[in-house]
């Protein structure tokens, strides 16, 4: 059975660091594109960033471009998020995805539908 699990979510003060990992179990991440989606409340799912299968093309969300750097751990299986100069614009509930996407544009949004495996997501609140 194909999972992913996230963690490393929490609560955090403005301009400081947090660095989420998603582990998968049952597949090889290596072999799909990895993302993390975040969700808020009354608002649509945002795709934040995403590595493609052969790590050729990456995709970030203009919001988060230059702060948020995504990369694999292929020891761990894991991909990971490091999230850096948070704001409390990047409050949400973050959720980690896998898929077969070969390549990214800047100017076109990962879809949710494109991703076959999603995992139970982590809370990442910014707040003074």
């Known amino acids: 059975q194909e999972q992913l699990v996230e963690s490393g979510g929490g609560l955090v003060q403005p301009g400081e660091s947090l660095r989420l990992s998603c582990v998968g179990s049952?597949?090889?991440?290596?072999?799909?594109?990895i993302g993390w989606f975040r969700q808020v409340p009354g608002k649509e799912r945002e795709a934040v960033a995403f590595i493609s299968a052969n790590d050729l093309y990456t995709y970030y969300a203009r919001s988060v471009k230059g702060r948020f750097t995504i990369s694999r751990d292929n020891a761990k299986n894991a991909v990971n998020l490091e999230m850096n100069s948070l704001n409390i614009e990047d409050t949400g509930v973050y959720f980690c995805?896998?898929?077969?996407?070969?390549?990214?544009?800047?100017?076109?949004?990962?879809?949710?539908?494109?991703?076959?495996?999603w995992g139970q997501g982590t809370q990442v609140t910014v707040s003074s």
């Open positions: 049952g597949f090889i991440l290596d072999l799909y594109a």
């Open positions: 995805v896998a898929g077969a996407v070969a390549e990214y544009r800047d100017d076109v949004p990962p879809e949710p539908d494109d991703y076959h495996v």
